[in-house]
């Protein structure tokens, strides 16, 4: 069984050839599963934009030790007013 491709990991579009780090991952209501791919590479001094592309028609090229983070930004504490001058 081939291993699953994860955030932060590279991965190849097998029938394009399009090659990208893993910058999202989707999972659509009817089971279709997407990846979008970030490419290193620029163009005339500018990122090459990313594209998504269906799990089963990617691999893996390199697995990636950053995955990331899970912090979200939230829940934090409530900001509070600070009390008028006097």
């Known amino acids: 069984m081939a291993k699953t491709i994860e955030l932060g990991d590279i991965a190849r579009d097998t029938i394009t ?6 910058v999202a991952r989707t999972k659509w209501l ?8 970030q490419p290193k590479e620029m163009k005339d001094g500018k990122p090459i934009d990313n594209y998504s592309f269906d799990v089963p028609q990617c691999e893996l090229v390199q697995s990636s030790a950053h995955r990331g ?3 979200t930004g939230g829940p934090r504490p409530e900001p509070v007013r600070a009390s008028a001058p006097r």
């Open 17 to 22: 050839g399009f090659q990208g780090v893993v």
């Open 69 to 71: 983070t899970d912090d």
């Open 30 to 37: 009817h089971g279709c599963e997407r990846i979008t791919l």
